[in-house]
């Protein structure tokens, strides 16, 4: 069977394919739909793509906001695909299994090669441009951007698509919304089988069955946007559930638009109304914090405006604009020009150390951008679209997709199993030549290698989280009622059989920097050991934490099921460092938490905090070409624990202080003992906090015992 969508495609006068962009010669004219209507070619649709990738570029360059161009394209994509899918199956082609797949084969060859081969291009530019502290985390998402994944991996690391700095963005944010159209384009094509299955067995118009259920779609998940949207609209951005009513109302324009009529003047003026009101969306609605909920409709609609005008006769339609040849041709690089615009934006700003370009910059950088995407669009992709070998048999182009993909992840593993074995080798070196706060102690002598590479080494040190794995979840090894923690907000690592004692501790990334410590701890003296946690949030009182609202719902559940643990040590963070290293607090309600706890007999043991800077090691090493310029001040960490008067009017309240491990005589260095200390401005590495466990172990079973005998004393 042959494919869903036509193999050929329109090229215009330089040369560059045409996706399809066709519709019946009726468009806004007929009453209703000719059974199987010969498809003509939309020069205005290719214009209106031209339009939305110059719209994003331009946005994205010069304004650092979101222009409801990209909510065009995706709108675009589901008309056309909807158009080709009803005139199949009204020429009664069901859509069996077989023509299913072969339109999967199919788009997917034509789509991946270009993206992998920008994959692979970004991947150069990365590593001759960016930082090494930011390799690791654009593999990770290379590979998502391959598998059309990336939208929910950058749900899934919190991406705020609307971070003021352009140039410190990942090269590879803008796939997103190419993901999203995978998910759609292997997805929607189900829709269009059931609706063919329908139709059959209920003998029905095929129409009326697309109508309710993309009507459907378009319902339900408008109603989830606007209500995720308003909930967490950062991660709502990019969620494909989220997304799904701005193709369902492609789709339904595209069933519905041979029923729609107005005269040819009426959709010069709509034609008209769509255009003005594409250009102006970024630049009056607030998009940063409404998209992609209801106000999304302003460009979703604006489109369906341009498409219905459709080709008016008139000489001031707006559809003469968008037919304009250059316009049009612009429509075929659409694609391209949208993979390369942002990778170059992000170099070049990541390169000036700047947020944002400026005028002569940007527009040479747009420049740059549409003469790589006529290079790429003439050179890859019009020859591989074109290629009747590999369209001749579908194994053909699996094996175009088999090597677009080995290209692009064969590449990823390829540096990353570089990277990891270089680290791999220095940490065979072993103690010796890497002690960390072990060289800290009276006496040390140095037994190493001489002036080896400081560990971790910077394309890992981003990801030397103190412990990234942190075993099962709650939900998995409690068997009790968890007061509505998720399986992210609860962990157990380390549950013996016949444990000693019972370890909770509970906050943000400060208290989960110290697992790795607080795990080998547990395991050798065979403590169960359980984690609670929610990102940013301090284990003060829900009166006093004005954090955020997620924290206010978080802590009650925290403390509700700590209670029903009844842990013999309660592990917290007990102290705030600044950023400027020039204070420390105590963060409100803090105090709180503490008397509650030791109260019902718990011990408390808080652990103080590290020190914060407004830069990070790394950035000061990259500037000073060193580290040795890169020595920190921390004047807290020359007075005591503030928090250790507490353990006089608190029984079973003891401080930890690692503080002159950390920043000696209140120095923080960026390597200590051959190791760097910092991942960033304020999270330590798990390779440096490894290096301490002899100290945290001495510390920590020296503050049992003062709490001990506090509670001991006061007769608790």
């Known amino acids: 069977m042959s494919s869903?969508?036509?193999?050929?495609?329109?090229?215009?006068?330089s040369g560059a394919a045409q996706p399809p962009s066709t519709v019946t010669d009726a468009v806004g004219l007929g009453t209703g739909p000719a059974p199987a209507p010969k498809p003509a070619y939309r020069p205005e649709i290719q214009g209106l793509r031209a339009l939305a990738v110059l719209l994003v570029a331009i946005y994205h360059i010069w304004f650092g906001r979101v222009s409801g161009g990209v909510d065009v394209f995706l709108f675009v994509s589901a008309f056309l695909m909807t158009l080709s899918f009803t005139r199949k199956i009204e020429r009664g082609v069901p859509i069996r299994w077989k023509a299913l797949t072969t339109y999967w084969v199919h788009v997917f060859k034509r789509i991946l090669p270009l993206a992998a081969l920008t994959v692979v291009l970004v991947l150069v530019g990365t590593r001759l441009l960016l930082g090494a502290d930011r390799w690791l985390s654009i593999l990770q998402e290379a590979g998502s951007v391959l598998l059309y994944w990336e939208n929910w991996f950058s749900i899934a690391h919190a991406v705020d698509y609307y971070a003021a700095d352009s140039g410190a963005a990942s090269p590879l944010r803008h796939f997103w919304s190419l993901s999203v159209q995978g998910q759609i384009f292997l997805t929607w094509p189900l829709l269009f089988a059931l609706a063919s299955l329908l139709a059959?067995?209920?003998?029905?118009?095929?129409r009326p069955v697309l109508l309710g259920i993309f009507g459907t779609v378009f319902a339900a998940s408008l109603a989830f946007s606007v209500h995720i949207t308003a909930a967490d609209q950062q991660s709502a951005y990019f969620n494909?559930?989220?997304?799904?009513?701005?193709?369902?109302?492609?789709?339904?324009?595209?069933?519905?638009?041979?029923y729609l009529k107005a005269p040819a003047r009426v959709r010069a003026v709509l034609g008209w109304i769509g255009v003005l009101a594409i250009l102006v969306c970024g630049a009056v609605l607030d998009v940063q914090g409404a998209f992609p909920g209801w106000i999304a409709l302003w460009p979703t609609l604006a489109a369906c405006l341009v498409i219905f005008a459709g080709r008016t006769g008139t000489r001031w339609g707006a559809d003469r604009l968008l037919s304009w040849r250059p316009l049009v041709a612009l429509g075929g690089y659409s694609y391209a020009l949208y993979l390369l615009h942002w990778p170059l934006l992000v170099f070049y700003l990541s390169h000036v150390g700047k947020e944002k370009a400026g005028l002569v910059s940007g527009i040479g950088l747009l420049t740059l951008a549409l003469g790589a995407a006529v290079v790429l669009t003439r050179c890859v992709d019009t020859p591989l679209r074109s290629w009747r070998w590999a369209e001749a048999r579908r194994w053909r182009s699996l094996l175009v997709i088999g090597a677009c993909l080995c290209l692009g992840l064969g590449s990823i593993a390829a540096w990353r199993g570089h990277i990891m074995h270089r680290e791999a080798q220095l940490e065979a070196l072993g103690e010796q030549t890497y002690p960390g706060a072990r060289s800290l102690q009276p006496g040390y002598v140095y037994r190493g290698e001489a002036d080896p590479t400081p560990i971790p080494i910077a394309p890992v040190r981003a990801e030397d989280w103190?412990?990234?794995h942190l075993g099962p979840t709650c939900e998995q090894t409690l068997d009790r009622d968890l007061h509505g923690l998720t399986r992210e907000e609860c962990f157990h690592p380390v549950r013996p059989e016949h444990p000693s004692r019972t370890v909770v501790a509970v906050g943000n990334s400060h208290t989960e920097q110290w697992m790795t410590a607080l795990m080998e701890q547990a395991r050798r003296e065979n403590e169960d050991l359980i984690f609670v946690r929610y990102p940013g949030c301090f284990f003060t009182t829900v009166q006093d934490n004005d954090f955020s609202g997620e924290c206010q719902d978080w802590l009650p559940r925290a403390e509700a099921l700590i209670a029903d643990l009844h842990p013999d040590d309660l592990v917290v963070q007990s102290t705030f460092s600044t950023y400027d290293g020039a204070s420390e607090q105590i963060r409100a309600g803090m105090e709180d938490q503490v008397r509650t706890w030791t109260s019902r007999g718990v011990r408390v043991i808080g652990i103080r905090d590290n020190a914060r800077f407004t830069e990070s090691h790394g950035a000061c090493e990259?500037?000073?070409?060193?580290?040795?310029?890169?020595?920190?001040?921390h004047v807290t960490a020359r007075d005591p624990d503030p928090t250790t008067a507490w353990q006089d009017r608190f029984p079973g309240y003891a401080a930890v202080d690692m503080d002159d491990l950390i920043c000696p005589d209140g120095r923080c260095p960026a390597v200590i003992g051959n190791v760097y200390t910092y991942i960033d401005n304020n999270h330590l590495t798990a390779t440096y906090v490894k290096t301490m466990q002899s100290a945290f172990e001495q510390r920590f079973d020296a503050a049992r015992t003062l709490a001990d005998q506090r509670i001991g004393a006061s007769g608790y």
């Open 4 to 13: 869903p969508l036509p193999r050929s495609a329109h090229r215009d006068a």
């Open 200 to 206: 059959r067995r209920l003998r029905l118009r095929v």
């Open 240 to 258: 494909t559930f989220a997304r799904l009513w701005e193709f369902a109302l492609g789709s339904l324009l595209a069933v519905a638009l041979p």
């Open 466 to 468: 103190a412990e990234p």
């Open 622 to 633: 990259q500037r000073e070409g060193g580290t040795a310029g890169c020595v920190f001040d």
